[in-house]
């Protein structure tokens, strides 16, 4: 049994044993009565918020990519608006490969330093995502447990963040000697290389710094969609709990998933409504609310922006089996 197939199967599995927990003694009337009684008004600021996130991840995305070359705005919106689409329709989320594809193929920057700007997407969001975590814990008490995985989280990130601050200041050293490194270097030697010169010009681009301060307002934007539709359900809850659920919901749907995250979003949004002792029925019936008026614009922009890209639902998934395929023969050329 090959890799993909034992992580479509651990998708899959997950998402029904995450949706027959979150179903378990749910009450059906209970939370239609509930989602009738929800303000529109707050969803719309909800699902404006969200879209309005995605763009910002976009721009941070060409400031990322900008030591390359000019990356159009509207190139990097549709790109990430078509990723999300990917993610919607197919498991595993395979959207990162196909915005990257995307960008790369309409910017003329190699899949290597768009793939590298993805990692770095990640590194960044992850340390944003352990400080929000840090400081929420400040006026939220959390339970023992999920101090445990705060603590651990924040070790791991440390490390992380200690390994590439070392290897930037490493990798100045000797660029200073030798600009031209890994250029000259045939096979996996010099692509690598050539790899963490890219990291290096991107981290210590001037754009960098705005790329990270934009890195702040994405994670707010997301946290005031998921609080107003909190407020739209009527939760009682404040904005320092809706960034513990947002970072708990995001921890869980990182494992291997179902298409749009299906079952693992319901499971961790009831997981981190939990913390604050909303009833099962009403975290349950929340979190298929949330997720839908959440999900639903992104099938419209998504789909819209896959055509804008010239590819069609048929040819998505080629492409995307073509890079997950490539990608695992030989490292992406830089």
Known sequence: MNTKRILLLAGYGLAIVSLIWVLHDFHVMQALREMANADWRWVLFGVAFDILSYGVQALRWKLLLSPFGKVRLSVAIRSVYAALFANLVLPLRPGEFLRAYL??????????????????????????????????????????????VAYILGIVTLVLLAGVVILIFYLETKLAKNPD???????????????????????????????????????FCQVMALWGMMRSYGLPLSFSAAVVVLLIINLGVSLPNA?????????????????????????????????????????????????????????????????????MKSPARV
């Not at 920057?109 to 929420?136: F, K, N, P, Q, Y």
């Not at 790899?195 to 890195?215: C, D, G, K, N, Q």
């Not at 299906?262 to 019936?285: D, H, P, W």
């Not at 419209?300 to 990608?327: C, K, N, P, W, Y």
Request: aromatic letters at 12%.
């Open 181 to 219: 490194l890994g250029q000259d270097r045939p096979g996996f030697t010099g692509r690598f290389m050539a790899a963490l010169a890219a990291l290096h010009a991107m981290s210590t681009a001037p754009s960098f710094y705005t790329a990270v301060l934009t890195s702040i307002l994405m994670p």
């Open 103 to 148: 960008l790369s193929n309409s910017e003329d920057i190699t899949m290597g330093r768009v793939l590298g700007s993805i990692g770095v997407e990640r590194l960044v969001d992850l340390v944003i995502a352990t400080a929000a975590l840090g400081v929420s814990s400040l006026f939220v008490d959390l339970p023992r447990r999920f101090q445990r």
């Open 259 to 327: 298409p749009a995250n299906l079952g693992s979003y319901q499971f961790f949004c009831v997981l981190g409504l939990s913390v604050f002792q909303i009833e099962k029925t009403t975290a349950t019936g929340f979190s298929f609310f949330a997720f839908i008026a959440l999900t639903l614009p992104f099938v419209f922009l998504g789909f819209a922006a896959l055509l804008r890209s010239g590819l069609t639902l048929r040819g998505m998934r080629e492409q995307v089996s073509t890079i997950r395929r490539d990608s």
